[in-house]
């Protein structure tokens, strides 16, 4: 099994949930259910909040121009419905239905279609972070994925990638060191200052000036800082002791 964990960034205007939820910091909601076929998609979600902001919740849900998951900036034609299957002091409880159109797009039907059937999907919604965790078998190349949701994204969100497990690869192994694709990574990011305090760049800035995605470097300095972590922690730990020397 494969994990891919991320996070949409939304800009103000962009996604009136978000928009909602920056109004009610207080306010998470997470999916308890979703489901996605080629032409549909449909879940349950779980809101909660203070009775003011699970109300404005609803109202986003239930008068928003066009379905809260599209990814598309403009109305996309799509047919949605929304039913509140339980609204109390302190909890909210929605199911929705999608029927896709071919100008609509959401990160489950992207994961369709490029990660393949039997993906499972898990959700956090607060303020303006839409977080996304991912659990699949196929075989299929998480970063085309990636890339894509990237670009359909474009400036309405800012994708950054937390997590990211799969079977490891003859070039991309911690058994076998850093890949040469990570080892180039990590050289630029000290070159060019990312882990100065404060940083003399960032990690979009970096992928621009190496010319590769943005989530492609991002997943390349983690895996990195991962090997070398963990390269440090055991080598400060004595072969037979459970505490690290000093």
Not at 87 to 100: C, G, N, P, Q
Not at 162 to 186: M, V, W
Request: charged share 25%; net charge negative; aromatic share 8%.
């Amino acid at each position: 099994m494969r994990e891919l964990v991320f996070t949409l960034d939304y800009r103000p205007g962009c996604n009136e949930v978000a928009d909602t939820l920056a109004d009610y910091p207080d306010a998470e909601i997470r999916s308890l259910s979703l489901h996605v076929t080629e032409s549909s998609l449909w879940r349950v979600d779980h809101a909660t909040g203070s009775p003011e902001a699970l109300a404005a919740i609803e109202d986003a849900f239930l008068t928003s121009d066009y379905y809260a998951d599209c990814l598309a900036t403009d109305h996309c034609g799509a047919t949605q419905t929304t039913h509140v299957l339980e609204h109390t002091d302190d909890t909210l409880v929605l199911y929705s239905y999608w029927e896709r159109t071919p100008a609509c797009a959401s990160v489950p039907h992207t994961a369709l279609d490029n990660l393949g059937e039997g993906a499972l999907f898990e959700t956090r919604h607060s303020e303006r972070q839409y977080t996304w965790r991912i659990i699949h078998s196929g075989p299929a190349d998480v970063h085309t994925f990636v890339d894509e949701l990237e670009r359909i994204v474009g400036d309405c969100a800012t994708l950054d990638v937390r997590r990211l497990t799969d079977a490891p690869s003859p070039t991309d192994s911690e058994e076998d060191g850093l890949s040469p694709e990570q080892e180039a990574a990590l050289q630029a990011a000290v070159e060019h200052g990312y882990y100065e305090t404060p940083r003399e760049v960032d990690v979009g800035e970096l992928a621009e000036r190496l010319d590769v995605p943005r989530s492609t470097l991002t997943y390349r300095l983690r895996r990195a800082e991962t090997y070398l972590a963990k390269q440090h922690v055991s080598q400060r730990w004595t072969p037979d002791s459970t505490t690290p020397r000093i």
